[in-house]
């Protein structure tokens, strides 16, 4: 049955249960994905999911009770489940004091966008994959299929979201830890496409062939790649941004929101919902904005406020959580083929790893480089080097030891999959970084 | 006072059961050269207080199928929410089909593929059930916490919650029938103290998860600590950064268990020595020849994997690719002795390992994971070791962690230390880290706490794998004291 018609098939029935001062909100996340795990370019672990999980908050006044559980798409068998689970809700609704920062969305706004896009057969991308890669030591792992994502509540409420899309993220090794990381993501499967990453990490892979050097603790000039620009924010993203971290004073960027440090001007950061990538309805109903400015001349412009926090602070929604999943860093004005000059001496960073704060109060992070890094000479690559750990400021990476922002971005879909295939993604130039503290 | 009988939607057996499952799909089982189903029912509750608040609970129940298949030198699993005979029949034909279609492109061969032996039971152990006391009485002892955290004007949030996971496992295959039932409960409270800038949290017992019932509050103390996470969290506003420079270093169980978690457990696991980890967490700095004659660390280092251990969080008696487990030493008198590998792990390395496959829920495929990973106790008591220390720093409860891909260049930073100066424990610091070298770190093992002191912490969530997983893993260990560690503070 169509996983739609399913859904507001479901939430109708469960309305026509509700009692007369009932308020019931539902949310939909599901996936048909395939997974393929690959090691030495053979299959490790390859197999097929299919989860649909409801999420139902059920209102009476301000109290309320919430819970999540698997639909089986089987209609008698579901309709018996969420009743019952209704009625367990009843129960436990009347144990709980009012809810003083409930909030919910009582306008239905009407959304649908179903991305009908059909991918390649992963039996196929799996033979085209291991062909493809004949004579690499490729790891990694293939996640392709239909994601899904609704909304439907008691006032007549209705969003819809689906797509189907893949996200091939893996590693090619020269050997020890001495790697180039790809990824290939998308809607539609090109064999040219992978052909051509193929191509670009066997290039890659020669100049991983130099012996490698060791580098001494120190600051350096680097160039921070897209990739590694996504570790450093994906870390900031934790607390940086949301509403509530910033009103406990939790927010790594609490320097920032009081205006005793400031980043370059040229820093503008945003969550841009524009692209159309991720559903724009919230598990509340709201309609989120297209953008919402979080950094803006290099000073604190907002916060992501989801519908509690909205509720407690008497502002507007404009998220449905306080963790970004769209962040878009504005592109500079050093194009590509002039970065290695403008780099000259130095470090040039593909990918960071395993990032973390050194002192959260100073937004100090710090991380490990990873896979293919290259020690650059006189705007050259020169050799690869040995792993070295980090430990900078974001007010010096983004701050006084800018130098400048790549002219082009890459768009950078997330590859994680905790518990089911995310929907985030960034938009993020390279960065190109005086100073920058490698300390073991 | 026990809840009434409908508030059980998602703690009671409702249906469907495990057995109409298994029975549906026997009926449906392939013929292949091997097959496994793995149901999943996972139930979670938690119960929040913030602010003196309490926030809308949490109940998630996930039920679902995972199926394997071995056929014709290829191998492929399905998962399935869909319990119905149709949704059971199409995951059996998924898997089938992958099997089909990986056969001459598998990494692992026919021979190497893991198969359960004998069937088996397990429970965890519980004292007082979750469900003997009701919500209200829940929210009120949280209630009574949050008004204990809420110490001081300096406390700008604070919180304290309680959470349950009851899963249950069932593994079948054509010959073997394994049930595991597992109860978790983790709970934790944090206070978060602000003066301008400057911000510091205390937080307590969400590194405490056990297999226990509510019994496990009292263990840990759990309500006596509110007073003193609030009353830490102000004098860190107050106290020096931590110093810098090469000083010994004492880490409190709390701290140790992120310690052997991230520089003996991930570096063991054999997956990642295999390689097949590279692309998301990581190599290891360990090699396949290391075992049975590398120096992992001084004498004093002895480390077991423990999933026989009552009332420690990863606790079973069964991995999930059915094998058996048994506690092992991994590091006996600072000698590797054997890797966290799983039974098809074993065979693929032709290295003994231990029964750590596993998976965290019916969505995803077995990998090989921690369990418990327990440093044994040694016999200084924390008094003799500090008497020892001339200028050190004592570290308690993990608030940052980062280790490089093969597990070795490392750094790590706690919610607060004391300085040691002259064989006495001295005042606090604040942002007190430490980096240092997985090789040569364990070798500086100086003293190793006796099993008075000994505590058994857990961890809810370890990531790994791809697809991702997170899953509940144990460390227990005595305090430790190393000698020549770099230490520093903030800004």
């Known amino acids: 049955m169509n996983t739609q018609y399913y859904f507001f098939l479901l939430v109708d029935g469960l309305n026509s249960h509700l009692r007369p001062n009932e308020v019931l909100l539902c949310s939909l996340t599901g996936e048909k994905s395939d997974f393929i795990r690959l090691n030495r370019n053979r299959v490790l672990q390859a197999g097929s999911v299919r989860q649909i999980e409801l999420s139902m908050d059920l209102i009476e006044g301000h109290r309320h009770a919430s819970a999540q559980c698997n639909l089986s798409m089987q209609e008698e068998r579901d309709i018996s489940q969420l009743l019952g689970l209704m009625d367990a809700l009843r129960h436990q609704r009347q144990a709980l004091a009012d809810d003083p920062f409930l909030y919910y969305n009582t306008t239905p706004v009407h959304s649908e966008q179903i991305d009908d896009n059909r991918l390649l057969s992963s039996h196929e991308v799996v033979r085209e994959i291991t062909a493809a890669a004949e004579g690499l030591d490729l790891v990694g792992l293939y996640a392709g299929g239909r994601l899904y994502r609704g909304f439907a509540n008691s006032l007549g409420q209705r969003n819809w979201y689906s797509t189907a899309n893949f996200n091939f993220d893996w590693t090619c090794y020269h050997r020890a830890d001495k790697a180039v990381k790809s990824r290939y993501a998308g809607s539609e499967w090109s064999s040219d496409r992978l052909q051509q990453k193929l191509e670009h990490v066997r290039t890659e892979l020669r100049s991983l062939q130099r012996p490698a050097l060791t580098l001494k603790p120190g600051r350096y000039r680097v160039y921070l790649a897209p990739d590694a620009v996504s570790e450093i924010l994906s870390t900031v993203a934790w607390g940086g941004f949301g509403l509530k971290s910033h009103r406990t004073r939790q927010t790594p960027l609490i320097k920032l929101a009081q205006g005793t440090r400031s980043l370059d001007p040229r820093i503008r950061l945003a969550e841009n919902c524009a692209a159309g990538i991720a559903p724009r309805f919230t598990d509340r109903g709201f309609i989120t904005p297209e953008e919402v400015v979080l950094i803006d001349g290099g000073r604190h412009a907002g916060y992501l406020v989801d519908s509690r926090s909205a509720k407690e602070y008497r502002t507007p929604v404009n998220a449905g959580s306080e963790y970004p999943r769209s962040l878009d860093l504005a592109a500079g004005k050093i194009e590509p083929d002039d970065l290695l000059t403008a780099l000259d001496t130095g470090i040039y960073i593909n990918n960071l790893w395993y990032s973390n704060f050194s002192d959260r109060n100073d937004c100090r992070i710090t991380g490990m480089t990873r896979y293919a890094c290259f020690w650059v000479e006189n705007g050259r690559i020169k050799a690869p080097i040995e792993v070295m750990r980090f430990d900078e400021s974001l007010y010096h990476m983004l701050g006084e030891h800018l130098i400048g922002i790549i002219s082009e971005r890459e768009l950078i879909l997330d590859s994680d999959t905790y518990e089911r295939r995310s929907i985030g993604h960034m938009h993020l130039p390279g960065l190109l970084i005086d100073r920058f503290s490698l300390t073991l | ?491």
């Open chain 2, 1 to 491: 006072m026990i809840d009434k009988p409908r508030q059980y939607y998602f703690h009671s057996n409702s249906p469907p059961l495990f057995s109409d499952i298994v029975k549906t799909f026997r009926a449906l089982a392939p013929a292949v050269d091997f097959w496994s189903l793995r149901l999943v029912d996972q139930r979670l509750e938690r119960i929040t207080v913030r602010q003196d608040r309490t926030e809308p609970p949490a109940n998630r129940r996930t039920l679902g199928a995972h199926i394997t298949v071995f056929d014709g030198g290829g191998a492929g699993y399905a998962a399935t929410c869909d319990l119905s005979r149709s949704g059971l029949n199409t995951a059996v034909h998924q898997a089938i089909d992958w099997a089909c279609a990986t056969a001459d492109i598998h990494l692992i061969g026919r021979e190497e593929h893991a198969m359960p032996q004998r069937s088996g039971r397990y429970q965890s152990t519980i004292e007082q059930p979750w469900h003997s006391i009701s919500i209200q009485d829940k929210q009120s002892l949280l209630i009574r916490l949050n008004r204990r955290l809420k110490a001081h004007d300096a406390i700008v949030d604070w919180w304290a919650s309680l959470e349950y996971l009851n899963n249950g496992v069932m593994l079948v295959t054509p010959d073997v029938e394994i049930v595991q039932s597992v109860v978790h409960i983790t709970p934790s409270l944090a206070a978060v103290a602000n003066r301008e800038a400057e911000t510091q949290i205390r937080s307590y017992g969400s590194d405490n998860a056990a297999q226990a019932g509510l019994e496990q509050l009292s263990r840990i103390e759990f309500e006596e600590a509110a007073g003193r996470v609030a009353e830490e969290a102000v004098a860190l506003l107050h106290a020096p950064n931590c110093p810098s420079g090469m000083r010994d270093l004492l880490l409190m169980p709390g701290q140790m268990a992120l310690q052997i978690h991230e520089s003996i457990g991930h570096p063991l696991e054999l997956d990642r020595i295999l390689g097949d980890e590279r692309n998301y967490a990581g190599t290891s700095f360990v090699t396949p020849e290391m075992f049975g004659a590398y120096r992992y660390g001084s004498e004093l280092l002895n480390v077991t994997f423990d999933p026989t251990r009552p009332n420690q969080v990863g606790s079973y008696r069964y991995d999930d690719e059915g094998a058996a487990a048994s506690r092992q030493f991994l590091i006996k008198g600072g000698i590797l002795k054997r890797p966290l590998g799983g039974m098809t792990s074993q065979r693929r390395a032709g290295l003994e390992g231990v029964a750590n496959s596993r998976s965290c829920s019916w969505n995803r495929p077995a990998i090989d994971r921690m369990a418990n990973i327990n440093l044994e106790p040694g016999e200084t008591s924390p008094e003799e070791m500090i008497a020892s220390v001339e200028r050190g720093i004592l570290m308690e409860t993990n608030r940052s962690w980062s280790i490089d891909d093969s597990r070795n260049k490392f750094q790590f930073g706690c919610e607060i230390g004391w300085l040691i100066e002259q064989g006495e424990r001295k005042g606090i610091v604040k942002n007190p880290n430490y980096r240092g070298i997985s090789a040569t770190f364990w070798r500086n093992l100086k003293a190793v706490g006796d099993a008075s002191n000994c505590a058994v912490m857990g961890v809810p969530t370890c990531g790994k794998g791809e697809p991702n997983q997170a899953i509940a893993v144990g460390h227990a260990s005595p305090p430790c004291l190393f000698e020549v560690v770099d230490v520093f503070g903030g800004a």
